[in-house]
């Protein structure tokens, strides 16, 4: 087998899901499932069987968060040493910028789709074939929004050959990089929102997450019950009122 080139699949993905299309490929979370048009998006929601309170996520590199994402000093901070300094993955959520250019690219029923409560969810930081698209998306002023390919409800795929007949028949190109990076997790990304630091999931490096908030921060995530107690890691759902407990 010849060297992967991450470049040209890369390019040769983001084509297709800026022309409307849709793409199965890596990060280092899972595989993921994602499209640059309303259309494409409506056709994965159907076909995942989602429910209506789920979001889609950005995908973007951390050049596009900052931008982006409305936070204070201590929560963009935040997240710099957790994906910069530490080189972990990360899902993001905060406020956005509703007059960034990236937004003024979206549909409004995608943008309903993809937001909850004046936030949104981003993956950032999550392997090289993530670091070259949205290095595409950001360029060409193009947004790539989606989620896990997987059904709801039947977890974060880490090989191709796991993912359901029902995605990848709808897929126009399917990035095949074998086993995922974090697959021992068994989960996504770990999601929180830097305004309020509420978990909305506790995903791949939790653990690390929470003992970096610890040590820099002293901020103290609540403790993960286990994958098997907790298969998805979700503690609130993005889409729904956060309800403190």
């Given at each position: 087998?010849?060297?992967l ?16 299309g ?6 280092d ?20 069987q989602?429910?209506g ?48 250019p ?42 790539l ?20 007949d ?8 399917i990035i ?34 929470s ?10 995530l ?21 309800v403190n407990?």
């Amino acid at each position: 087998m010849s060297r992967l080139d991450i470049k040209a699949d890369a390019r040769r993905t983001f084509e297709i899901c800026k022309s409307g299309g849709i793409a199965i490929f890596p990060v280092d979370v899972g595989y993921t499932m994602i499209s640059g048009s309303r259309e494409g998006l409506k056709k994965i929601f159907n076909a995942k069987q989602r429910g209506g309170h789920k979001r889609n996520a950005l995908i973007c590199d951390m050049e596009t968060q900052r931008e982006l994402q409305v936070l204070d000093k201590r929560g963009q901070e935040m997240i710099e040493v957790i994906t910069q300094d530490y080189n972990l993955p990360l899902g993001p959520i905060a406020t956005y910028r509703t007059d960034h250019p990236l937004m003024k690219k979206i549909d409004p029923n995608a943008l309903a789709a993809s937001t909850a409560g004046g936030t949104l969810a981003m993956l950032v930081n999550a392997g090289p074939f993530h670091a070259e698209i949205t290095k595409l998306s950001r360029e060409e002023v193009h947004p790539l929004f989606g989620s896990s390919a997987n059904l709801t409800g039947t977890g974060t795929k880490f090989r191709v050959e796991d993912i359901q007949d029902e995605l990848t028949s709808i897929a126009d190109v399917i990035i095949d990089y074998g086993l995922r990076k974090y697959h021992m997790y068994r989960r996504s990304a770990t999601l929180i929102n830097f305004e309020t630091m509420q978990v909305v999931r506790m995903g791949v490096c939790y653990e690390q997450i929470s003992d970096i908030l610890r040590r820099h921060y002293k901020i103290e995530l609540p403790p993960d019950q286990s994958v098997d107690l907790n298969p998805s890691g979700h503690t609130n759902e993005f889409g729904l009122p956060i309800v403190n407990n």
